[in-house]
């Protein structure tokens, strides 16, 4: 039974952690290094309770608000302010074709407090409702709704009004 579940667990990690891994990019504004270790805590934590993970109704988006809080809680860190480089990745995924444009995306979102980038890559990137935002962030509907209307808004002075020109591929 236990190396049934250890196989299950492997099974979810390796068709998810790809996901993961770029929202955790967008929740970090390009820190791959935080992104990766963001990733790692989350799988940690997924395993130690898959028992519990693998029984509810959907495990992928159980795994996303882990983490989205595991983003959060270190953001509440001292040390989350501390940059490891300003160093470009080697090679871009692949998910923008003009590199400029993904960089000013970054650095946009980059500029916006911890919690605002959160409800703008649950609900934008993870095309999450709000009920499902709020939830994720253990925060109310109301809450979630003030932080996107700040948040865009802050996104629309940081790039212009046409904010749906950068989404477009």
Same mark, same amino acid.
Request: charge should be positive; aromatic fraction near 6%; include cysteine.
């Given at each position: ?10 099974? *979810? ?8 891994? $770029? ?14 270790? +963001? ?31 595991? *983003? ?10 501390? $940059? ?11 998910? +923008? ?61 940081? +790039? ?10």
């Amino acid at each position: 039974m236990r190396q049934v579940r250890a196989q299950e667990y492997a099974e *979810f990690a390796a068709a998810r952690t790809g996901h993961l891994y $770029r929202s955790a990019c967008l929740l970090t504004a390009g820190d791959t290094h935080l992104a990766e270790d +963001l990733v790692q805590d989350t799988l940690g934590r997924l395993y130690t309770r898959w028992g519990r993970v693998s029984r509810a109704d959907n495990p992928a988006a159980y795994a996303q608000t882990v983490l989205t809080r595991t *983003f959060l809680a270190h953001q509440r860190r001292r040390s989350s302010t501390e $940059r490891a480089t300003d160093v470009l990745p080697d090679r871009a995924d692949g998910t +923008l074709a003009d590199p400029s444009l993904r960089l000013t995306l970054m650095s946009a979102l980059g500029t916006l407090p911890a919690k605002d980038r959160a409800v703008i890559v649950l609900r934008y990137w993870e095309d999450r409702s709000i009920q499902e935002t709020a939830d994720a962030m253990n925060a109310s509907s109301a809450a979630v709704r003030t932080r996107c209307v700040r948040a865009l808004g802050r996104l629309r002075e940081l +790039l212009g009004d046409d904010v749906g020109a950068y989404a477009r591929p």
